[in-house]
């Protein structure tokens, strides 16, 4: 059974850092890109970040440039996002989800394979 299990959510101030965590089973993380999703309440789930089933390339919406960095340790499973310098409009429930390794639709949530339940970030000012 395919699990992807996200943590590392909360409710921080503004400019705060919070770094979430990926562990997915059930299925070859190693196969699959990994990518960071995220929506907020009345709003269109949103793309945030991937990074390829080689930890060779990562990929940033505008919004998180500069601000986020996505990683992954393929020994341990997990792929992480590290978000810095916070700010309340990136307040959204955070998933995670699992893309095939020979797809380059990155950025379409739609051709993802596999989905978190989602992990709640609040920024307060």
């Known amino acids: 059974q395919v699990q992807l299990e996200e943590s590392g959510g909360g409710l921080v101030q503004a400019g705060s850092s919070l770094r979430l965590s990926c562990v997915p089973s059930?299925?070859?993380?190693?196969?699959?890109?990994m990518g960071w999703f995220r929506q907020a309440p009345g709003k269109e789930r949103e793309f945030v970040s991937v990074i390829t089933w080689t930890g060779t390339e990562t990929y940033y919406s505008d919004s998180v440039k500069g601000r986020f960095t996505i990683s992954r340790d393929n020994a341990k499973s997990t792929v992480y996002l590290q978000m810095d310098s916070l700010k309340p409009e990136d307040t959204a429930v955070y998933y995670c989800?699992?893309?095939?390794?020979?797809?380059?639709?990155?950025?379409?949530?739609?051709?993802?394979?596999?989905w978190g339940q989602g992990t709640q970030v609040t920024v307060s000012l």
């Open positions: 059930g299925y070859a993380f190693n196969r699959y890109h």
């Open positions: 989800a699992a893309l095939i390794y020979y797809s380059t639709n990155y950025f379409a949530g739609d051709t993802y394979d596999y």
